[in-house]
T-cell receptor
Framework: AQSVAQPEDQVNVAEGNPLTVKCTYS??????LFWYVQYPNRGLQFLLK??????LVKGSYGFEAEFNKSQTSFHLKKPSALVSDSALYFC????????????FGAGTRLTVKP | DAGITQSPRHKVTETGTPVTLRCHQTENHRYMYWYRQDPGHGLRLIHY???????DKGEVSDGYSVSRSKTEDFLLTLESATSSQTSVYFC?????????FGPGTRLLVL
């Protein structure tokens, strides 16, 4: 079965600095990769996905992620962090040929300080 | 959260009582999912549905059942709630290879 690891429980950055939230995955077959963000007392909001094509994926709110097949990674990045980016971020993966078994990482709490 | 509502949003119940959570979507999506969210575990799939009256088990299905009598509604039932089922429950639908989530139901089992 597929799995996701988010090695950092917490990431702290200063406003205006670049941010990276790390994700590595394990899957049999072609990976479908996703990033979601969760604000307090809210559901998960979709940020971006990689299905196929260009390894650099651009998503909502200025976020992007790079698919690296050799390192089995899909790190989330943003060139300049905002205080409003502070939230819980989840990486998720599923095998391309299994539409329903999506596995989530445990989440990374991002705190952006002014 | 657009197009997906969950009810109730909060519930407190006692051990041994049945509980039903409702998910309603207006997206006309074929696939629907129930997840639970617990600290340190991310989201884990409980059950999913791939059409009216078509459902299957997920990673943590023990103690839960589901039903889908209409495209827009997906019910999750805890037949006899236990304290280990205290959690936040999320419903999701799938469209365009992406899952979209409802606002969640916070359940406390005393």
């Amino acid at each position: 079965a597929q799995s996701v690891a988010q090695p950092e429980d917490q990431v702290n950055v200063a406003e205006g600095n670049p941010l990276t939230v790390k994700c590595t995955y394990s899957v049999s077959g072609n990976p479908y990769l996703f990033w979601y963000v969760q604000y307090p007392n809210r559901g998960l909001q979709f940020l971006l996905k990689y299905i196929t094509g260009d390894n650099l994926v651009k998503g909502s709110y200025g976020f992007e992620a790079e698919f690296n097949k050799s390192q089995t990674s899909f790190h989330l990045k943003k060139p300049s962090a905002l205080v409003s980016d502070s939230a819980l971020y989840f990486c998720a993966v599923r095998a391309g040929d299994n539409n329903n078994d999506m596995r989530f990482g445990a989440g990374t709490r991002l705190t952006v300080k002014p | 959260d657009a197009g997906i509502t969950q009810s109730p949003r909060h519930k407190v119940t006692e051990t041994g009582t049945p509980v039903t959570l409702r998910c309603h979507q207006t997206e006309n999506h074929r696939y629907m999912y129930w997840y639970r969210q617990d600290p340190g575990h991310g989201l884990r799939l409980i059950h999913y549905s791939y059409g009216v009256k078509d459902t299957d088990k997920g990673e943590v299905s023990d103690g839960y059942s589901v039903s889908r009598s209409k495209t827009e509604d997906f019910l999750l039932t805890l037949e006899s709630a236990t304290s280990s089922q205290t959690s936040v429950y999320f419903c999701a639908t799938r469209g365009d290879e992406t899952q979209y989530f409802g606002p969640g139901t916070r359940l406390l089992v005393l």
